[in-house]
Nanobody
Framework: QVQLVESGGGLVQPGGSLRLSCAAS????????VGWFRQAPGKEREFVLA????????SYVDSVQGRFTISRDNAKNSVDLQMNNLKPEDTAVYYCAAKEGATDFGRTYIALDEYDYWGQGTQVTVSS
């Protein structure tokens, strides 16, 4: 199995930027498709972005299109989430997730139940 640890969360003003990182250990990271999800207080966990095993395919939820980007470095066993032009509605705990056994190198996954491993989450608060 793989262990995931997120970092980089914090408090930022509206319009600001943050970069979250997801560090993986345990198995070859290139074997996993990866996604970022978030959960705001009182709401269900939702999909934000995903990247395929080879990093060549990415999926985004409409609300972050043009503001958030996802990138992965399989050699470093990490996936980053760059968040720009942050809005108060982006406030949430952000989770990194990994899907094992993705046979299609170029496919992304957006459903929570498709993922096998989760990090502990990192808090992002956007407020003035």
């Amino acid at each position: 199995q793989v262990q995931l640890v997120e970092s980089g969360g914090g408090l930022v003003q509206p319009g600001g930027s943050l970069r979250l990182s997801c560090a993986a250990s345990g198995r070859t990271f290139a074997n996993y498709a990866v996604g970022w999800f978030r959960q705001a207080p009182g709401k269900e966990r939702e999909f934000v972005l995903a990247t395929s095993r080879d990093g060549g395919t990415k999926s985004y939820v409409d609300s972050v299109q043009g503001r958030f980007t996802i990138s992965r470095d399989n050699a470093k066993n990490s996936v980053d989430l760059q968040m720009n032009n942050l809005k108060p509605e982006d406030t949430a705990v952000y989770y990194c997730a990994a899907k094992e056994g993705a046979t299609d190198f170029g496919r992304t996954y957006i459903a929570l139940d498709e993922y096998d491993y989760w990090g502990q989450g990192t808090q992002v608060t956007v407020s003035s």
